[in-house]
């Protein structure tokens, strides 16, 4: 849209937008030119940006959407109407029915007994006291308020109108009943209502010991073999004293006893209460009427005998098992405590370590000699050695064994008390050391006494201790020389002359091996590689060009893989995948072509990489085999380029069919089989059309459609000819045979004639675009012509419908059809004459 702008320049935007440019919506709630106007939507209603004018969300309507849809309206505007049932209402934005009293999608069924209100989501009060089934009363759908039943009255229908023991009208009816048995007279039929355990007319019989309930309708489930009788108004089961459960089946639970385990057993935690009468039965070590007295020291069991326990041990009031003092153990505490074990019963272990005895009582440690601390895991210090560590070393500040106190010298000190200094050439501890690679004074090597730090250390060689030869690249005194090799090779580190690596050679190692030689000081030579293939001056491996592989690089790449190192994958498409060893270059197969080998040779080509041009002239076209270049030849024609016609006596496809005898002057046509007159007459007039067609470059598809016209002239002909002898027949009343040319001699057998015309179908060879008889029907043709005489013989070659592929003619303008005729008498046939 266009915008107008004032004098000075600002945009004057349209209704429903603001900003610099005019490109912002206005913003909810607001409406107008730069949305300057606030608007007055009420209940979640949307405004329009330009004009302000209320969106109304649905449920409700009105300018502003203040208003609620009216009743019986709901949606969107509240443009719908309500279909709800019984008066119902339904909700303003949806549409559902809001039922009460009602249930159902339209409020359709009422409310089942003993419930109302909205959706029947209620439940009735109980308007007698009673549940609904027995009520007196039923409960408004709507409120919920109760209806009482005949008799009854009050808000809760729980009075009688009539006295309790009366009914009737005007209750001028003496109840039936007995009162105490019953538990209401129906004010209006004089009904008795019994008390759970009566039952009769007049609740005057008590339900027998197997029932109970309402009417004695109820079967009591009590084990009578644990259970004295059952309630007749609960049908709860009257226990036995020890039993308890519903059907009396468990017995009290611990602690517990007598008539529905009522009674607290006082038995304690030292005797077991019987769940019959509460009688104690008192633990081993316990005795008294409520088991709470232990039997005296020294004695345990039921009856508190003696123990038999010995060293001050005493026993189990219990079990009689003896509790051993302090360093005795065994089952009446005479053993004392094996070495590692102290305390009673012995049971605790010795935590002594480095060999210290514990006493089998206390378990107090008892140290060998240099070791201290509780458990005896702590040396002696240093300087000190002993028993307990009391005894002090006198090794001139070196420590001493802690067990022995015999000196142990220090780095740089001899001597049974370290006095005495190392000897020139050795160092360290008791000077055990020799000072290695230093270099020496003449006869000894020079190093320090305590460390074995060398003094001077030999040309080639650095190092605290003279350990380490010359790193790479350094030699001579202290490695301070630069090794003068070419490309890091490395150097004598006394002398500095230069060591090559292998393929190295020269003063400075500065030259590779000379050609045909490698190795260490190219001492070795080379051997014979193949296909210009260089040697190796390090390893003195074949480095193969591309294309070949080997340890001589004699082998061309194997089929599939070419490159260095035969290490690439051909990218060809046909199924052998042969490429160029050396460039990759795909070597299609006979029939294929293009950089993969993934195009069929093109229509007039053949063989490998299609380079090969077809030669084939009696065909429909240049095309030939793709694979073989062989040619595909027409029906009438043979050799190797289609070149020649069938010979004498045969026609069709390969020219594997024998011509019938046409007789004198007439000829066999090599292409479909028929007789003919002149040169330019059936097959051979077909065989002119396609030679024409095919010159002019028309496919396979071309001759379909010619062959499918051709079809249609024919059947045009033939339909035309039926009428014509058909009016013939109907005017001479008798049908005139057409001429035939027959020519046979006499047999005694009658003379069979074959009209392939109606008995097979051509077969069009997909591949080839030419029509060929099965092998099957090669074979029986073959045998059939091989089992007649001439006379036998004697058939209508013409090809089938689907096989002419062009119109047929003759000099005359008609082609002579030889008919299907039988002589099962032998006799000739008229007319015999051509025509």
Known sequence: YFLRCDKDGKCKC???????????????????????FECNCKNGATCDAVNGRCLCAAGFTGPTCEDACPDGHFGQNCTHVCDCLNNNKCDPVSGMCLCVGWMGEKCERGCPKGFYGPMCSKKCDLCNGISWADSNAACDPITGACKCERGYKGPDCKQRVCDEDMYGLDCSKQCTCIMENTESCAPDTGYCRCKPGYAGDSCERICSKLFWGKDCANTCECNYNVT??????????????????????????????????????????NGVCDKRNGSCKCRNGFHGPTCSISCPAGHFGESCAACQCRNGAGCDPVTGDCHCAAGWTGPKCDTPCTAGTYGPHCAIACRCKNGGECDRFTGECKCPRGFKGPDCSSQCDNGRYGDDCQMECDCNGGSCQQKTGKCVCGPGQQGDRCDQECEPGHFGFGC????????????????????????????????????HSCEDGKWGQDCAEKCSCADGHKCDPVTGKCICDYGYTGENCEQKC??????LDCANKCPACANGAQCNHVDGT?????????????????????????SRQCNCASEFKQCDPHTGECACPAGWQGDRCNKPCEDGYYGPDCINKCKCRGTSSASCHRVTGACQCHAGFTGEFCHALCPEGTFGLRCSRECGDCGVGYECDAAIGCCHADQLSCGQALLEFQRQQGSEGHSRTGIIILAVIVFGILSVLLVSM???????????????????????????????FNNPLYSRQSVLDPDRGAEFLTPEEEALEQKKLRGRSPADRMQNEYASLDEMAGPTSSSRGQCTVPLLAESREGASMPNESSS
């Open 14 to 36: 349209l209704d429903g937008f603001a900003g610099e440019f005019c490109l912002r919506k206005c913003d909810e709630g607001t409406f107008g030119a730069n949305c300057k």
């Open 542 to 566: 074949c480095s193969c060009p591309a294309g070949y592989e080997g340890r001589l690089c004699n082998r061309l790449c194997v089929a599939g893989f070419w490159g260095l190192g035969c």
């Open 228 to 269: 004295s009788e059952c309630d007749l108004t609960s049908g709860r089961c009257v226990c036995l004293p020890g039993r308890t459960g519903a059907q009396c089946a468990d017995d009290c639970l611990d602690g517990y006893f007598g008539l529905d385990c009522a009674f607290k057993c006082q038995c304690g935690e």
């Open 722 to 752: 039926m009428l014509y002898y058909r009016r013939k027949y109907f005017r001479e009343k008798e049908p005139e045979v057409p001429t035939v040319v027959f020519h046979a001699e006499n047999h005694d057998e009658g003379t069979e």
């Open 432 to 467: 055990r050391e020799a000072c290695g690679n230093c270099t020496t004074d003449g006869s000894h090597a020079q190093c320090d006494a305590k460390t074995g730090a060398c003094v001077k250390c030999p040309v080639g060689r650095s190092g605290a201790n003279c350990q």
């Open 514 to 519: 000379p050609e045909g030689t490698w190795g």
